[in-house]
């Protein structure tokens, strides 16, 4: 893919799943809803499989529509509606150098047939379409044109693992006693959450903002 012309969507959705325990919905504790506590993973991933491209700017818009209303139920059990205070929906799209963009939708509670872990790239020579949700028989899959005939690829031999958390655990325990660089740099933390802090505030200002992640 050419991702220098790319067009990405990256989406973590769930249709009813507020954590009611700890300070997920507690804004002056946690910073932020779904986009901080989701969202964050799923633009990660499709960040890295983008070759973490620079951002510059983002557009976007939080909601509180349905978090503090007690008619809608929560998979999760029930929560003091009273106490939540963080965006219940977040969208946004982030422009990178060299003209990339990511369409990010991140919620805690969106109606929608089924909870959605999933990042989408549209690239200049091929696509592809990857889904982390679980239970997908073809969890990746490419689309590309070969002598104006559309191709449809499915990956056959893709690594299973027991669990994707154990694994990066494993990673990090490695990289420390083998002396490797870390195989998640402090750098792309730093990325995530200069991209959030534009979104939020673009949400305040109604414009696009620019995005600080110079160290």
């Known amino acids: 893919m050419q991702w220098e012309t790319s067009i990405t969507r990256a989406q973590a959705l769930r249709r009813r799943g507020v954590p009611g325990w700890g300070v997920f919905i507690d804004k002056e504790q946690q910073g932020?809803?779904?986009?901080?506590?989701?969202?964050?993973?799923?633009?990660?991933?499709?960040?890295?499989?983008?070759g973490y491209p620079k951002p510059v700017s983002v557009s976007g818009k939080?909601?509180?529509?349905?978090?503090r209303n007690p008619k809608y139920w929560n998979a999760w059990g029930d929560y003091d509606r009273d106490k939540f205070t963080v965006e219940d929906f977040a969208v946004g799209l982030i422009r990178f150098e060299g003209g990339a963009t990511v369409s990010l939708e991140s919620s805690f509670m969106a109606n929608l047939e089924k909870e959605t872990w999933?990042?989408?790239?549209?690239?200049?020579?091929?696509?592809?379409f990857i889904d982390l949700s679980g239970g997908n028989a073809k969890p990746v899959s490419i689309y590309t044109e070969r002598d104006k005939q559309l191709f449809?690829?499915?990956?056959?031999?893709?690594?299973?693992?027991?669990?994707?958390?154990?694994?990066?655990?494993?990673?990090?325990?490695?990289?420390?006693?083998e002396g490797k660089p870390s195989p998640v740099p402090?750098?792309?933390?730093?990325?995530?959450?200069?991209?959030?802090?534009?979104?939020?505030?673009?949400?305040?200002?109604?414009?696009?903002e620019p995005v600080d992640a110079e160290a």
Request: no cysteine.
């Open 32 to 50: 932020g809803g779904p986009l901080i506590d989701i969202g964050v993973h799923i633009l990660d991933f499709t960040l890295f499989l983008m």
């Open 62 to 67: 939080t909601y509180q529509a349905m978090g």
């Open 118 to 128: 999933t990042s989408q790239l549209f690239g200049d020579e091929s696509g592809a």
């Open 152 to 177: 449809d690829m499915t990956p056959a031999n893709i690594p299973q693992v027991k669990s994707m958390h154990t694994e990066e655990v494993v990673a990090f325990v490695d990289a420390i006693l």
């Open 186 to 208: 402090g750098e792309q933390g730093m990325i995530l959450n200069a991209v959030f802090d534009a979104l939020y505030k673009s949400s305040i200002s109604g414009k696009e």
